[in-house]
């Protein structure tokens, strides 16, 4: 004899498809906000419920040393914005379910995430710095993790989505690229794909003092690697991801690297001689074809 649905299982599907819908939407709940650091002294951080999983991060303001006043409002501001990179990534997780291959996730969320937070904790460390001794090692904190992968994956492996479920496509966060031959940053290696270029910083540079030289050396350096590990990239991820995969898993975490790098030659030169100003606006790359 068949029975009833009972009146709370209906309830219960209702809700959990309501919140999927406010997940989507990018709205905060109760019991599904979004992950972000928090003021909290014990340094515990919100997390989402969602399918997909939740990304959390190391809290920063835990870790930092007494703020000077007049570097309040600029520490403050910064680590607003970590709060809200983590909330962006947490719907972007949320938004993107089932695109890309098994190191979207890594590509597209998780590494741009860490590139955007190590421009802004730099940020807050050159803003104590000004007044008091620069804070060290506050990078260390950059790296996020995807906790609670697929876990409404029907009963699916996380990253693998699977009919009946809510498929979480948590991916792979391992490594960002696969091993292969580097481009250079004028070749991506193969024309079809297009070619990666940046802006010279070196020739917008003012004079450099013999006590900087070799730090600003070594970020010029680093800058043209940050160009052909991007160009590499463009090749080993032909096919992934939808229209914008280039500029939110490519373009994107190449100029937040960008900024963090210009930033530190900017200091080092700051040191010893006047700080050249608006070096930033040379970290947007385009792609070119």
């Not at 938004?95 to 860490?114: E, R, S, W």
């Amino acid at each position: 004899m068949s029975r009833a649905l009972p009146k709370y299982n209906k309830r219960r599907v209702t809700f959990i498809g309501g919140a999927a819908a406010v997940a989507l939407s990018g709205t905060v709940i109760a019991g599904f906000a979004l992950a972000g650091e928090t003021s909290k002294s014990n340094g515990a951080e919100a997390r989402t419920l969602a399918g997909p999983g939740t990304i959390t991060c190391p809290d920063v303001r835990s870790k930092l040393p007494a703020v000077p006043a007049s570097a309040k409002a600029e520490v403050d501001r910064n680590l607003t914005l970590l709060n809200t990179q983590i909330q962006e990534a947490n719907k972007r997780l949320v938004d993107t379910v089932g695109q890309g291959g098994p190191n979207f996730v890594q590509n597209a969320i998780l590494g741009p995430l860490k590139d955007k937070r190590v421009a802004t904790v730099n940020r807050i460390a050159t803003a104590i710095g000004r007044t008091a001794a620069k804070p060290q090692g506050l990078d260390s904190l950059a790296t996020c993790t995807l906790n609670g992968a697929g876990t409404n994956a029907g009963g699916g492996a996380a990253g693998k989505p699977q009919t009946g479920g809510n498929a979480g496509n948590a991916g792979n966060a391992g490594n960002a690229g696969n091993a292969g031959n580097a481009g250079n940053a004028g070749n991506g290696g193969n024309a079809a794909v297009g070619t990666i270029t940046c802006p010279d910083v070196k020739s917008k540079l003012p004079a450099v003092p013999a006590s900087a030289k070799a730090e600003v050396d070594r970020n010029l350096t680093l800058l043209n690697t940050q160009i052909q590990e991007a160009n590499k990239r463009l090749v080993d991820t032909v096919g992934q991801g939808g229209p914008n995969f280039v500029q939110n898993a490519i373009l994107g975490p190449l100029k937040d690297k960008r900024v963090s790098t210009v930033n530190r030659i900017a200091t080092a030169i700051g040191r010893t001689a006047a700080k050249p100003q608006g070096l930033d606006s040379l970290a947007a790359c385009t792609l070119t074809k």
